[in-house]
């Protein structure tokens, strides 16, 4: 795979992570990086104001895995872009191709993520 279609997949990839992010989250304008969950506004209703805080609660994790996998992604095109893709982080040898392939993210070889 070279590099511009690994650019292409992750630039995807990106895409598909914020429109999902956006449909229960909106961008920290303070925190680059940062989505924040929705919070349900109350309006008289307890019973339907404490399902949606439920709803609200399991969504946090969510949102959290989907900002990790997006730091993740952005991280990967900054490093296509400065050139260093594809190098673990930890030990600074080349991912193994096979691992690019299934996550283009990957930030460590499979040794060191082990």
């Given amino acids: ?25 909106t961008k920290d304008p303070n925190l680059k990086g940062d989505w924040d969950s929705k919070f349900p506004k109350f309006d008289g209703d307890l019973e339907g104001a404490a399902d949606e805080v439920a709803e609200y609660t399991t969504r946090l994790p969510v949102e959290f895995s989907l900002e990790t996998r997006l730091r993740d992604v952005n991280l990967a095109l900054e490093k296509i872009a400065g050139g260093k893709y594809g190098k673990c982080e930890n030990c600074g040898k080349d991912i193994e191709k096979e691992r690019l392939e299934v996550y283009p993210a990957a930030r460590f070889c499979m040794k060191c993520q082990g």
Wanted: glycine letters at 4%.
């Fill in 1 to 25: 795979m070279n590099k511009q279609a690994v650019k292409e997949k992750l630039e995807q990839e990106k895409a598909a992570i914020e429109k999902q992010l956006g449909t229960f989250a």
